[in-house]
């Protein structure tokens, strides 16, 4: 038996699950899931959660460390770099006390005129999966930087021959501490940072730039890549014999195209939390879900994505619910839907332009984007509409408060006092917090599931 946790009520679901595990219907495991996947279907645009604002570019990556899952790490357009604490989620107070925002604070920057940034763009940052001393950063000033976090200093630099579009650390390495990183180049390079050098080259694609890569999660061995040249590839990083396989669908009919990976470059690619299957996002604006052992397309019908450019392409993938969502960046909004039920679609909009990176906050249950809009916007379950009823609470005891203390200024008598108070709670009005600024022509184009700022 199992319990859904459905948006219509999901307090009352919620409390009937509990009842279902007390009476040992459900595992307590099961029941941790179906309330996450509820979670994550109800994310909207947090009426009152903000990251503090920096005076940088655009924010191009965004990743928060596997470790204590707390500090989102942040790559901006001009080459600085943020941190924030996730944890440290402050009330800032305006207007006679009144709380206006819950703001997750900067702990450190790297600014752009700093001796030790990047010298153009970032495109890629990373945390060292196994300590938040370590994370790295990668650009199109052709550099790949490892960071002393507590110094905010570099401790050693890569150059290479074009622009890294993408690096990546295996999550799950034990035994090499390998970084793998995709560039202008169509051979992909293996830096390990204990040697000092780069210290393999993985030669498969034709042509052009590596716009992807990935270790696998459940195999520390294994890399994924995707290029311009339209193919997918998985390596064994062991092995000097060129890739495992090829991602091709050879039941594909492209007219004069091969039987590519997709039609198009091949722009992201993530594994499966299971390890089991490979997803690749092409220019084509198609997500395709791929077999890992045999290299098989799976039979899966995935929305077609707007807005894919010729750029790594930075979503995420949720992993602990008893479904898996993907969030990813399609021009201005963030295109959402279920791994295994794809027909339902939601688009969240919020960003004012192109939307970069996304990244899930487990701990959080919420989602954070960044775009070139120079923001990093939260989406929270109901946009934390639960705590929207507590600032309502707060700003109505504090009129009551300013009420009782004008009337006892006046000394008007018990009665007087009574009734100057009930002038002011009548008065008193919940202002909204957000307000639908769309047109109605606007609205009429709008999907019926889009979630509007």
Request: with cysteine.
């Amino acid at each position: 038996m199992s319990v859904q946790c459905g948006p219509n009520n999901p307090k009352k679901n919620i409390i009937q699950g509990l009842a279902y595990q007390s009476a040992g219907l459900i595992a307590p495991i099961q029941l941790q899931r179906e309330i996450n996947t509820s979670f994550v279907r109800q994310l909207e645009l947090s009426r009152h959660k903000e990251v503090e604002a920096t005076d940088a570019g655009a924010v191009n990556d965004l990743h928060v460390d596997t470790t204590e899952n707390r500090y989102l790490l942040s790559g901006y357009s001009d080459g600085s770099i943020a941190v924030h604490d996730l944890h440290d989620l402050r009330e800032d107070e305006y207007n006679n006390g009144e709380v206006d925002s819950l703001t997750y604070k900067l702990v450190c920057t790297v600014s752009a005129g700093s001796r030790y940034a990047h010298k153009r763009s970032i495109e890629t940052v990373q945390w060292y999966p196994l300590d938040t001393g370590i994370f790295t950063s990668s650009g199109t000033d052709r550099v790949l930087k490892i960071w002393d976090a507590n110094r905010l200093q570099t401790a050693e630099e890569y150059s290479f021959n074009g622009i890294v579009h993408c690096h990546h650390m295996s999550p799950v390495a034990t035994r090499h501490t390998m970084v793998a990183v995709g560039t202008d180049s169509s051979v992909v390079k293996l830096v390990d940072p204990r040697a000092g050098s780069a210290t393999h080259s993985l030669r498969g694609h034709k042509e052009g730039a590596v716009r992807a890569v990935q270790w696998s999660n459940k195999d520390e061995f294994i890399l994924a890549t995707g290029g311009i040249d339209n193919f997918a590839m998985l390596w064994d990083v062991r092995t000097a014999k060129g890739c495992l396989m090829k991602m091709q669908d050879n039941k594909k009919k492209s007219g004069y195209h091969r039987n590519t990976t997709h039609d198009g470059s091949v722009n992201g690619v993530e594994f499966t939390p299971d390890g089991h299957h490979l997803l690749t996002i092409g220019t084509d604006q198609k997500m395709y879900a791929w077999d890992t052992s045999s290299g098989k397309k799976l039979a899966m019908r995935y929305p077609t994505l707007s807005h894919i450019k010729r750029r790594s392409v930075k979503f995420c993938l949720t992993k602990s619910g008893s479904e898996n969502f993907l969030f990813i960046p399609t021009g201005s909004s963030i295109t959402s839907f279920g791994l295994v039920t794809p027909s339902r679609v939601q688009r969240l909009y919020g960003h004012y332009n192109n939307v970069n990176c996304t990244v899930f906050h487990a701990d959080g249950q919420q989602m954070l984007s960044g775009g070139n809009d120079h923001k990093i916007l939260v989406w929270s379950v109901r946009g934390d509409l639960d705590y929207s009823y507590y600032v309502n609470e707060r700003r109505a005891l504090a009129v009551e408060k300013m009420a009782r203390q004008e009337a006892a200024a006046f000394g008007s008598g018990e009665q007087n006092e009574e009734d100057h108070l009930s002038r002011s709670i009548v008065n008193f009005q919940v202002q909204p917090h957000t307000l639908d600024t769309w047109s109605d022509d606007d609205e009429d184009d709008t999907e019926q599931n889009d979630v509007r700022r």
